[in-house]
């Protein structure tokens, strides 16, 4: 069954990548079927926006970016996650998490071509994006945050997509990869993780047009909840993993993992605190969003019951991870972290884009629910984040497994 | 899998990717301060300096030209020479004394050329003003001031601007009024009458001309 | 035993393999034919398949400006049967517009929101206005307290009235926000955009303190009799869904001399236009001689325009 070593090349490790791909039990099989037909649905609701424009969609002229950004910005959080796996690795020289720091890799690859995709269907002229290349158009670099966050952002999937790949590809061929070759590069991811999340997190807090965005504790906001939310998808995807294929994951992976994810929630609880003082202790007009957010303003208050919502859960969570009743059995912790990743999506996402843009810089409230169309696009790219990650994912899993057995001998 | 070479290695990436990070940074947060602060003095500084006299010729490049229905005023604005929209052609019963005068009029159609349908609103609150105020008894071509000097209707804002002097200064100088069609070229501009009905002069009240969605 | 699974696995993902292929093939056929049907005829899309590729307007040498000046005047008749003249005339020079608007002579007409409509070719579907003018109580000053969608007889006893649009900022946050560089100011103070050059990112929007921008959620709808037919590139042209806009001062009139669409339709006079560095204009009367004011002036932006009270 194995090839000689020699004989193997880049091609045929991709055939290889492919066939491992694409087969599996029948129960894997549905599980690629309903992702494709995700897809599908998405590119449909695409299509439709495509010919209607962004009409299709509930944003306006008040709430000028909705579902789409909000859905990018926790993804962003999501991939910067991976640094959390990586860091204790390669800095720290943890040998559990060195084991899962390719699958780590992998969910912020999954996660960045989700970011992408929101972007792209959220542009409202796509195929001008050619615009935005340096030579042939014009990059408004360094003036536009933007413009570092398509930087950075491609930077980050390049690094992240490459140093797996190579390493990959050398476990394949059953050889060591050569160090001088890769670690520079996860050095400078482990920067470029912090790096695009503050970046992101620049976007919004660099305006001062927003009062609800223009505050210096976005950046190390979004990098509490990205450390909390990212690793919790992170350990389940391992849950998958360890239930789903013969790559065992060990009870202390998952206690690590745990440890990370409440303190970074636990920061973040913090500075959530710190923000509700500053916009409630003496109402100005700067704190109209926040109360359109809490609790209503003229009316509107479609996300107060999201908003309470997504704090609680976000505490019950934090607290269930923290006090870890269940110590041995990982899997009760299950709910705990679904819990904690919703609340923290609900309070990234929707719950910050769009507040920030209610009222508008002349005082008009309005409301905001996305309309089927987003929800549709929405459901197409999370099966299309899904689908990456899977097909990152069992090739990665497969090739570690055999290295692994081939060395214990 | 521990390469001793690496770990010295380390010593140089790590900073040299954090100094690198952080000057690129600093660039970043200078050059927003200086633009920022940059243009503020710019503006200001810019508009208080811009003293010397322009060409009135030559800030476009089309050709501005100047409408027939003008006269030129009988004072200047600080940049000289304005024109103002004349007024006589616009009166559907000039000349005045076509009918007041000393000869013989037939009373046929008195009650349509009468000024019956003038209502005079203008004026303080004890009693609007009489229609000799402004209209010279002697000679009904022209207008008079108070203190009996005879003014061409189409020069009304020199009547108008004995009460409303400060409204008067504010036309000469373009902050009353609005001038016709064109802000480049020969200054012209509307006269009283062109918006003011003499009459009744304050603005009706009235429906607007479109609304803003979403209505209440 | 394991061959033959493996057998029965690769057809299977075969025949699926081949049947998404199949689909995703018939999708992108049907968009494309879609796509093709809507354009008409070959001769707009081959203009509108150069017009695609065209460059970043500010890098256009004048030859390049004027052919695709020519393109778009061409579209303009093969589409919509009309002729248009959109010309491509530069700042003056020593030019730099200032805006005064008097609070005390606004009456809520909304005249200049009516001109403005129709003389920027705006949405009519949607109700594009770049004007906003805003009903206020007494001790009021910034029109986020006041009301913009009234619709009764105006002037309200106990009120007044203040208009909003594009300020036009010396330190525009929209042009620094832009990732490509489709919006800047020209050298006469206009913020102008490059429409064809926008992606629709909204980037500007959020960063605009004033609600000045103004994005084409859909494609906009103009009925034929009431398109403006003197144009300029960086003004009233036809503009596409997916596009931002905004208040350009009516670049396609000033450039030539006139008045803005609103400070001519104004009945009352509210508005005062003119050339700041003409120490002669109106506009500089109205700075050195009323008491101005300017809106969010705390933001440092700069603005272009000014509020005054008689």
Redesign the interface.
Known sequence: MKKNTASKGIFSFIKDCLLWNLSGPISYQIYLCILVCLMMAGIYGYVVQFKLGLSATNMSNIVSWGFYISNFTFLVGVAAAAVMLILPSYIFKDKDLYKVAIIGEGVAVGALVMCMTFVFVDLGRPLQFWHLTPVIGQLNFPSSLLSWDIIVLNGYLALNALVPAYILYCHYKGKEPVGKFYKPFIVLSIGWAVAIHMVTAFLYQGLPARPFWNNPLMGPRFLASAFAAGPAIISLVLHVVNSTTDFKIENKIFNKLRIIIVSAAVINLLMLFSEIFKEFYFPTHHSQSATYLFFGLQGHDSLVPWIWTAISINFIGTMILAFNPFRERQIILFPALILLIVGIWIEKGIGLIVPGLIPSPMGEVTSYAPSNVELLITLGILGLGMFVVTMLLKPALIIEKEYEDSHKH | MKNPKFKESLFYIIPFYVLSFCALSGLLILFSASAAFSSDMTMTLKVKKAIAKLDKTTQVEAIIPLPKDIVKATMDYQGGRFFTEERKSKITRFKCTSCHNNKDISINNAGKISHDDIKIVHGDKEGPLSCNTCHYENDRDFLVTSKGSKIDMDHVYDMCGQCHFRQKKDWIGGAHGKRITYWAGERVVKNCTSCHNPHSPLFKKRWPKTYSLPLK | MDSDK?KK??R??FL??AA?TA??AS?AVT?GC?GKGLLGSSEAFALEFQE?FKK?YRVMTPVERQETVTRLEKLARIKQDITVNIDT?NP?????Y?Y?F?VTRC?????C??AC?KENNLDRK??T?YI???EMEPGQM??????????????QDGHFYMG?QCFHC??P?C????????TWKEDDGIVVVDY????????C???????GR??????PEVPKDEITKNQHYLGNRKRV????EKCTFCIQR??????TAC??A????A?????????????????E??KVYRL?ED??T?P?FWY?I?
């Open positions: 493996k696995m690769n299977r993902t699926k393999g998404s689909i995703a999708a968009v879609e695609y970043y005339t003056g020079k020593n030019v730099l200032g005064a008097n009456e809520g007409y909304m005249e929101i009516q409509v949607s109700n206005q906003q003018i805003f910034t029109p986020d307290q006041g009301d913009s969608k009234f619709f009764h007889m105006v002037p909003v010396e330190n946050p042009v620094r926000a832009c990732p490509t560089k489709a064809d050059w926008c992606i629709g990112c909204r980037y929007m959020a960063a605009c303190p004033y609600m103004r994005f084409n959620w859909n494609q869904k997916g596009m931002m000033t450039r030539k001399g006139k008045l400070a001519e104004c009945p009352t006079g508005r005062v236009f003119g050339n700041l560095l003409d120490p002669d204009s109106e506009i500089r009367f109205v700075l001689n009323k969010k933001l440092g700069e272009k005054f008689d």
